[in-house]
């Protein structure tokens, strides 16, 4: 039976004259892309670039908001209360999808960025939040969720699809979260590496972690990150492994960016 999985990338994440890792040749390579919102990063035109290289390339597109942290990049955790989460997250959305009707795409889901996906991973408060947050702006929409996390009970719960994703470049620990960056070998660099990990965790939904042995993860999409060094040759080596052990890779959600 053929295996089929998504492969996805944060983009847009530049601002301004200043750009972050090579989106157009990214979209060449992944099946879904997480655009910034304008939260960690993000600005009106990057936003409809990056939607418009998206939809020329029947790429699957989701809002990815993130703390209002340009300066940490959104990977410092802001203790924001639930009903400040909510905001933060649907006014996100709902600017991403204003950019969306101009480029002539569609936003189909929602994947929360750095310290704010990582919060709604393990507190359950933080997930719901996020989830209420992306009903409120439409019941269509779906979450992309680390696989293992409170994020996916609680799309759930709103009623909402929910896919999981597993990463294609970061260490796990035994609970199912991902090794803190802080620490020694939380980034995997080694693309040969991590492309026979992913071919394995296909074959048996296991997922090899630092601390124990290998857990059960679920996964409909896996995440090369954007801003890492030689992400390009990454997602190349990843796409390339897997289609060549027989997996193909197509969105998690049917439907390309086109209108």
Not at 9 to 32: H, K, N
Request: glycine fraction near 12%; aromatic fraction near 4%.
């Amino acid at each position: 039976m053929t295996r089929t999985i998504d492969l996805n990338a944060d983009l847009g994440e530049g601002f301004g004259p200043w750009r972050m890792g090579d989106d157009a040749a990214l979209l060449d390579i992944v099946t879904s892309a997480n655009i910034a919102c304008g939260g960690h990063a993000g600005d009106p035109a990057t936003m409809v670039e990056t939607l418009e290289l998206a939809r020329a390339r029947g790429v699957s597109v989701g809002a990815h908001p993130g703390f209002a942290d340009r300066e940490g990049f959104g990977r410092r955790l802001i203790p924001l209360s639930g009903r400040e989460v909510e905001q933060l997250v649907a006014t996100q959305i709902g600017a991403l999808m204003g950019a969306a009707a101009l480029a002539g795409a569609v936003v189909r889901y929602v994947k929360p960025h750095g310290a704010l996906g990582n919060w709604a991973a393990a507190d359950p408060a933080a997930a719901t939040a996020v989830a209420r947050a992306t009903r409120a702006v439409s019941a269509d929409l779906g979450i992309l969720a680390i696989s293992g996390t409170a994020l996916e009970g609680a799309g759930r719960d709103a009623g909402l699809a929910v896919f999981s994703e597993i990463f294609a470049d970061r260490a796990y620990l035994a609970n199912g979260q991902l090794v803190p960056r802080s620490r020694e070998g939380a980034v995997i660099h080694d693309a040969e590496a991590a492309a026979r990990r992913l071919v394995d965790f296909v074959s048996t939904g296991l997922m090899p972690t630092v601390d124990g042995p290998s857990i059960p993860l679920a996964a409909q999409s896996v995440c090369v990150h954007g801003d890492t060094p030689d992400a390009q040759k990454m997602a190349l080596k990843i796409r390339a492994t897997l289609e060549g052990a027989g997996i193909t890779l197509a969105p998690f959600l049917a439907g390309v960016a086109t209108s």
